[in-house]
T-cell receptor, first 115, second 114 residues
Framework: NAGVMQNPRHLVRRRGQEARLRCSPMKGHSHVYWYRQLPEEGLKFMVYLQKENIIDESGMPKERFSAEFPKEGPSILRIQQVVRGDSAAYFC?????????????FGPGTRLTVT | AQSVTQLDSHVSVSEGTPVLLRCNYSSSYSPSLFWYVQHPNKGLQLLLKYTSAATLVKGINGFEAEFKKSETSFHLTKPSAHMSDAAEYFCVVSATGGGNKLTFGTGTQLKVEL
C-alpha cells in the first residue's frame, strides 16, 4: 500500500516562474491537506481539500497561491510568479476522513528553491 | 483558536538516559494531540496520538505521552534514548471546531550523544 506521494521532491525555480507541486493521497483517502515549512520553523497549515472542493483555505496567501483536488488525478498546489520568500518545504498529508482525530499521513515533501 | 508551545527548542541527552520533550497546548475545544517526528530531509512520521481516550498514550519506538488537562500539557517521554532517536519532534494539536487542520509547535531538536 503506497503512502502519500509527492513530486517533484526538489524543485528549483527562478523568480517570476510558476511552481506546480503534486500530491497523490494514500489509497482510500479523499481528504488532502497542504502545509508549508519555512527554514527553522514548524509546519503551517495552508489548505484543506476534498475531491473537487476547497474546504478550508484560511492558511493560503491571498495572492499567487492556489490549490485544487480534481475528481481524477493528484492534488496540485500552484504558486505563480514565485519569489525568494516562497522557498520552503511543502508537505501534503491525506486522511480517510475529515473528522477530528483521524490520522493524517504525510508525504516526503517537495523542497522548493527560488533563485 | 488552538496553539501549542514546545518549551525547548533543543534537548541533548546521552544514549541510554531518559528523554523528556515538553509541550503545552491551548484550545477552545476538546483537543486531539499528536507527536510527530521528522528525520533530516524526510517527511513526518506519527509517533502517537491522544483523542480523549486513555490519558497515557503509548506510541512507536518506546515513546509515550501523558495528557494532563489540569496542566494543559502533553509531554513526550522515553525511558532510554537511542542514537536513532536523534531528530526533530513536533507537538501538534487538532481541535473540534477547527476542522481537522493541524497546528504545529515550533519543534524540539533532540540530540543523542554517546
Amino acid at each position: 500500500n503506497a503512502g502519500v506521494m509527492q513530486n517533484p521532491r526538489h524543485l528549483v525555480r527562478r523568480r517570476g516562474q510558476e511552481a506546480r507541486l503534486r500530491c497523490s493521497p494514500m489509497k482510500g483517502h479523499s481528504h488532502v491537506y497542504w502545509y508549508r515549512q519555512l527554514p527553522e520553523e514548524g509546519l503551517k497549515f495552508m489548505v484543506y481539500l476534498q475531491k473537487e472542493n476547497i474546504i478550508d483555505e484560511s492558511g493560503m496567501p491571498k495572492e499567487r497561491f492556489s490549490a485544487e483536488f480534481p475528481k481524477e488525478g493528484p492534488s496540485i498546489l500552484r504558486i505563480q510568479q514565485v519569489v525568494r520568500g516562497d522557498s520552503a518545504a511543502y508537505f501534503c498529508a491525506s486522511s480517510r476522513a475529515g473528522d477530528l482525530g483521524y490520522e493524517q499521513y504525510f508525504g516526503p515533501g517537495t523542497r522548493l528553491t527560488v533563485t | 483558536a488552538q496553539s501549542v508551545t514546545q518549551l525547548d527548542s533543543h534537548v541533548s541527552v546521552s544514549e541510554g538516559t531518559p528523554v523528556l520533550l515538553r509541550c503545552n497546548y491551548s484550545s477552545s475545544y476538546s483537543p486531539s494531540l499528536f507527536w510527530y517526528v521528522q528525520h533530516p530531509n524526510k517527511g513526518l512520521q506519527l509517533l502517537l496520538k491522544y483523542t480523549s481516550a486513555a490519558t497515557l498514550v503509548k506510541g512507536i519506538n518506546g515513546f509515550e505521552a501523558e495528557f494532563k488537562k489540569s496542566e494543559t500539557s502533553f509531554h513526550l517521554t522515553k525511558p532510554s534514548a537511542h542514537m536513532s532517536d536523534a531528530a526533530e519532534y513536533f507537538c501538534v494539536v487538532s481541535a473540534t471546531g477547527g476542522g481537522n487542520k493541524l497546528t504545529f509547535g515550533t519543534g524540539t531538536q533532540l540530540k543523542v550523544e554517546l
